[in-house]
Nanobody, 114 residues
């Protein structure tokens, strides 16, 4: 019953912003941390941002200060606000419920280019 659906990706110029959304059906935010991950071509999937059941957040060093993860428990949505985007942010971004094996969305492409 767990289903994660990402949206909001697109093509933006360096310095631009995007807000990604993840519709997280069947996930209890009080029990599971939620995270955003990304995978660039030829690279391993990496953690970008995590939000715990109590609302604590953690960011990869390369995005700290530029990205912000948040959630809405009523809407069952997780968001990733991305500001001052850089070309190295280009990747497919995935939503994931930590502790639930195989809980990955289809991903949404983010391309930062002039």
């Amino acid at each position: 019953q767990v289903q994660l659906v990402e949206s909001g990706g697109g093509l933006v110029q360096p310095g631009g912003s995007l807000r990604l959304s993840c519709a997280a059906s069947g996930v209890d935010f009080r029990l599971n941390s939620m995270g955003w991950y990304r995978q660039a071509p030829g690279e391993q999937r990496e953690s970008v941002a995590i939000i715990t059941p109590v609302g604590s957040t953690n960011y990869a060093s390369g995005v700290k200060g530029r990205f912000a993860i948040s959630r809405d428990s009523t809407k069952k949505e997780v968001y990733l606000q991305m500001n001052n985007l850089k070309p190295e942010d280009t990747a497919v971004y995935y939503c994931h419920s930590l502790g639930i094996r195989g809980s990955w969305g289809q991903g949404t492409q983010v391309t930062v280019s002039s």
